[in-house]
């Protein structure tokens, strides 16, 4: 049924919206962390609890306990990584980049942030970041975007999502919007998506702390609006570590009001 609605009841939304804004970005953090240096430190070696190489076009799957951090390693300057994720306990909640975006009121996800789930729950905090180069609005690559390349074996992150969600006992329909790190797409003022190369470079580096028990699939392929003509990604290093003491002033907990609701919400999925 439809319903008709005033100009004046129209205004009043939109006034209402404007408010709510203003209240998000007020508790928003005035200034984030300075980008984190690279190289990347070397990590010691009694706290690395998994390292593996993931080849330009392939993907991985691996489970992070709560509290353990992943850190991802591009071993050139051509790689864009990614990454699903979803609560081991309980798959149907999954990781949910619009609600992370409106939570947090903007769409550059970087160092101090966090990733919310569906549930309202904080899945991941971004610990360090090298670029704030990463993409949360237009997803992986397809069999169409490499068509461009002229490379019959040319994979696609559809396709190895599909193939990386069977291996976690998941069909396509699990299968969340993605999260694209080393992937700087930006919005310009009039909507359009926009390519900033400049913001990566040889060395970056990112690390994800877990804040639940979690399931990840990651897929290293060509992203779609990247305009380089390399034909094959390189390498990425993904290290997994051990969990390590998080202090109470955690930036990442408590950088804005939103992410301290979400680590409540946390708090309360234990009991």
Not at 36 to 57: E, Q, Y
Not at 128 to 140: K, N, V, Y
Not at 215 to 227: Q, T
Not at 263 to 268: D, G, L, T, V, Y
Request: hydrophobic content about 40%.
């Amino acid at each position: 049924m439809h319903v008709h609605r005033t100009p004046e009841q129209i205004n009043a939304d939109r006034q209402r919206y404007l408010e709510h804004q203003r209240m998000g970005l007020e508790s928003s953090p005035g200034v984030l962390p300075m980008a984190s240096p690279r190289p990347a430190p070397d990590i010691d070696g009694t706290s690395v609890l998994l390292s593996k190489t993931v080849p330009g076009g392939w993907y991985t799957t691996l489970s992070i306990a709560k509290g353990e951090v992943l850190r991802l390693a591009p071993q050139g300057a051509v790689s864009a990584v990614s990454l699903a994720a979803w609560a081991a306990a309980d798959t149907s909640e999954r990781m949910n980049l619009p609600d992370t975006i409106k939570l947090q009121w903007t769409t550059e996800l970087c160092k101090g942030r966090v990733i919310f789930s569906d549930m309202g729950r904080v899945m991941l905090s971004i610990v360090e970041d090298s670029s704030g180069a990463h993409d949360a609005l237009t997803g992986g690559s397809t069999p169409a975007t490499v068509e461009k390349y002229n490379d019959p074996g040319m994979r696609n992150t559809r396709d190895n999502m599909v193939l990386a969600a069977a291996k976690l006992g998941l069909d396509r329909r699990d299968i969340p919007p993605l999260f694209t790190l080393f992937a700087p797409v930006r919005v310009q003022a009039e909507g359009a998506f926009e390519w900033r190369g400049s913001m990566v470079s040889q060395g970056d580096w990112i690390e994800l702390r877990a804040e639940m028990d979690l399931l990840v699939a990651l897929s290293n392929c060509p992203h779609p609006l990247d305009p380089r003509a390399a034909t094959t990604p390189d390498a990425v290093m993904v290290t997994k570590v051990s969990a390590a003491h998080v202090p109470a002033d955690d930036l990442c907990r408590t950088a804005t009001a939103e992410a301290q609701r979400g680590f409540e919400n946390n708090a309360k999925a234990k009991g």
